[in-house]
């Protein structure tokens, strides 16, 4: 399996309250994604990096905001957390060279609960 | 742009029973699929990936999907069900420079009976 740690796996917080998850790979690869997973949406991107301080927005960025400072790890924060933001976030990473011919590996999720 | 749509939110069959998982995608660029399995309270397993070799991809626990451009299909099967087939599966599309972002469909959770 691959190397990939989220934590916290479960978190409950109230409305308003800044949250930060965190994802930690032990693969060396480059590209590392979030995702949100809601019933009947699929995974969806939130925001991905391509590189060590390379990120950018995914589909569903609003309200989250990331970092990457070295290459294992990649942050995934909510400034000011909605009931709205209630999910299972998923962080993934890929060796893919830009192409997308490789696949994704992820984590085991954090289903983050807001009050 | 991409995106993926499987047929059917939940499929049912019986145990020995043919799966038959449905996708479709759209693609302006070759596209590369994937499908993943996802068991209850966890993260995301691979099943099996198309990368424009074989158009028969065999994977693991005896699944397959055939690539089909002319229907942009990418339907999953296996012959036979077993109980421990009972999850949800999510077919997935990502191709050209797109960073290897994944575009995932609705997922179809399938349900074993004995």
């Known amino acids: 399996d691959a190397g990939i740690t989220q934590s916290p796996r479960h978190k409950v917080t109230e409305t308003g309250t800044p949250v930060t998850l965190r994802c930690h790979q032990t693969?060396?690869?480059?590209?590392m994604y979030w995702y949100r997973q809601d019933p009947g949406h699929g995974l969806r991107l939130i925001h991905y990096s391509y590189g060590v301080k390379d990120t950018d927005k995914g589909e569903v960025s609003d309200g989250y905001s990331v970092s990457r400072s070295k290459t294992e790890d990649f942050l995934l924060t909510l400034e000011s957390a909605t009931s709205s933001q209630t999910s299972v976030y998923f962080c993934a990473i890929s060796s893919a060279e830009g192409t997308g011919n490789q696949p994704q590996h992820f984590g085991d999720g954090t289903r983050l609960s807001i009050l | 742009a991409q995106s993926v749509t499987q047929l059917g939110s939940h499929v049912s069959v019986s145990e020995g029973a043919l799966v038959l998982l449905r996708c479709n995608y759209s693609?302006?660029?070759?596209?590369?699929l994937f499908w993943y399995v996802q068991y209850p309270n966890q993260g995301l397993q691979l099943l099996l990936k198309y990368t424009s070799a074989a158009t028969l991809v065999k994977g693991i626990n005896g699944f397959e999907a055939e690539f089909k451009k002319s229907e942009t299909s990418f339907h999953l099967t296996k012959p036979s069900a077993h109980m421990s087939d009972a999850a949800e599966y999510f077919c997935a599309v990502s191709g050209g420079t797109s960073y290897g972002k994944l575009t995932f469909g609705q997922g179809t959770i399938l349900t074993v009976h004995p």
């Open positions: 693969e060396n690869h480059r590209y």
């Open positions: 693609s302006s660029v070759p596209p590369y």
